[in-house]
C-alpha cells in the first residue's frame, strides 16, 4: 500500500551518506550522555562499568539499531507505517505506533531541558550567572518562573524551522554544521578539565576499574543506558532509516554510529569528573550536576565565564540534535496519515508539542509544581513512564519484528550470511530476554 507513503521519502528528499550518520549521532549523542552515563560509570566501578557498556553497546545496541535503520529503509515510511507495510499487518502498525507516542512525550520535556541549557549559556557568558554563589536557589527560582516556557518556545521554534527545511537542506543541514562545532566545544573543554590542578584524580576515580562494584544492577544499568543512549525504542533510527539511500550500508553507519556515541560519552566523562574533583565537588547526576554543581566550578577557574558559556552551548548543541530527530519521528507519521505539505505538518506538531510540553516546563518548580503524583511532577512522571516503559515495549517490537515477522531482513541490512546468523541470534534469543530484564528492573517489578 504506497499510499501510505508520505511526503519526502521514496526517490526524492534523502539523507548524504555521512549526512545520515551525523544525523544519527547528533540523536543518539544527548544529555543522557553528559548528565547520566559518568554518574553511573563512576557509581558503579569505573572501568568496569565501561566495559560492560561498551559490550552492551555491541551485542545489543548495535543489532537493534540496525534493525531499526533496516525496517525504516525496507518500509520508507514512518515508525508506525514502516511495520504495516512490511508485514501487510496493521496490528503491527499500531504496536509501532507506541514508539511515535513515546517519541513525541520525551520531546516535550527534553526540548523544555533544552530551553534551559540556551538559558544557562546567556547567564554564564554575561557573567549574571555568578552574581551570587547560590547556584541551586537560582535554579530553582528561573524553574520557578514563567521563563522555561520562553525557552522553551525558543527551542521549538528552531526545531521547526529546522524540519521544515525537510532532510537534505533541514535536518542533514543543521546537523553538518552543528556537529563539528560538537566536537570542537568537547575538545576545549576536555583539555580545560585535565590541565586543572587536581584533575587526574578524577580521572582516576572514572577510569579505574572496580570489579566489586559490577552488580547485576550495574549490568542492567548498562543495559538501560545503551538503549537510551542510543535513542532505541522510539522509532527515530526507523524514521531516519526512510530517507536513507539504497546504496548505503547500514551496518557500517550502525557501527560509526554506535562509536561515535562512546567517544562523546568518554569525553563527557574527562570533562565532568576532573573538574568536579578539581574543586572537591560532588559529582551527581541529572540537572543538579550541570545546572547547580558545576557552575561552582566555572565561577573558581579563570575564564570561568567562557567556560561555562560555552559548556551550556555544548549541552544546547548535543540536545537540539536531539530534539530534532525525536519531533521528526511525529511529523513524518503525521504526513503519512494527514496528507498536508511538510511546512504545514510541522508547525502544527510543534504547537501541539508546545502546549503538551507546558505542564512539564511549569511542573518542575512552577505554576503547577504543587501538583505531583505519587511523589513524582509531571516532569518526571513523562520521564519515567517514556524511559522505562514505552521505550523497552518499542524495542521489544523491534527486536521481534526483525527477528520472526520481517521476511526480508537480511536483504535490507546487508549482512554476509554469517553475519546474519550472528545478527538474527541475537534479535530472537539475546536482545528480548535482556530488554525485559530492564524493564522488569527499570520499573520495580524486581529488585536486587
Ligand atoms: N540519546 C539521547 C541521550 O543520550 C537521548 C535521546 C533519547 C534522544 C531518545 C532522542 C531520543 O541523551
Known sequence: SSELQGGGKGGGDQFSRTGFILAAIGSSVGLGNMWKFPYITGKYGGAAFF?????????????????????????????????????????????????????????????????WTLHYAMLSFTGQLFSSTDFGGRFDSFIGSYWPVFWQGAVLLLTVVVLAAGISSGIERFNKILIPGLVILLIVLVVRSLTLEGAMEGVSFFLNPDFGKLTPEAVLAALGHAFFSLSLGMGIMITYGAYVKKQQSLSGAAFAVGLGDLLYALLAGLIIFPTTFAFNLEPAQGPGLVFVVLPVAFEAMPLGAWFGGLF??????????????????????????????????????????????????????????????????????????????????????????AGYIWKNAAEEAGLTARWF?????????????????????STGIIHF
Open 421 to 441: 546468523k550472528v545478527w538474527l541470534f541475537m534479535l530472537r534469543y539475546v536482545a528480548p530476554i535482556l530488554v525485559m530484564l530492564v524493564f522488569l528492573y
Open 51 to 115: 566495559l560492560v557498556f561498551i559490550i552492551c553497546l555491541i551485542i545489543i545496541g548495535l543489532p537493534v539499531m540496525l534493525a531499526e535503520m533496516a525496517i525504516g529503509r525496507g518500509g520508507r515510511g514512518s515508525a508506525a507505517a514502516s511495520f504495516t507495510r512490511l508485514s501487510g499487518k496493521k496490528t503491527w502498525g499500531g504496536l509501532g505506533f507506541i514508539s511515535v507516542l513515546a517519541s513525541f512525550l520525551i520531546f516535550s520535556y527534553y526540548a523544555v531541558v533544552a530551553g
Open 312 to 401: 551550556f552551548i555544548l549541552l544546547a548543541i548535543a540536545a537540539l540534535t536531539s530534539a530534532v530527530s525525536l519531533l521528526e519521528v511525529s511529523v513524518s507519521f503525521l504526513m503519512e496519515r494527514v496528507r498536508w505539505g511538510r511546512t504545514k505538518t510541522v508547525w502544527i506538531t510543534g504547537i501541539i508539542c508546545f502546549i503538551v510540553g507546558l505542564p512539564s516546563a511549569l511542573s518542575v518548580g512552577g505554576a503547577v509544581g504543587g501538583l505531583s503524583f505519587g511523589g513524582k511532577s509531571i516532569f518526571d512522571w513523562v520521564d519515567f513512564v517514556t524511559s522505562n516503559v514505552m521505550l523497552p515495549f518499542g524495542g521489544l517490537v523491534v527486536t521481534i519484528f
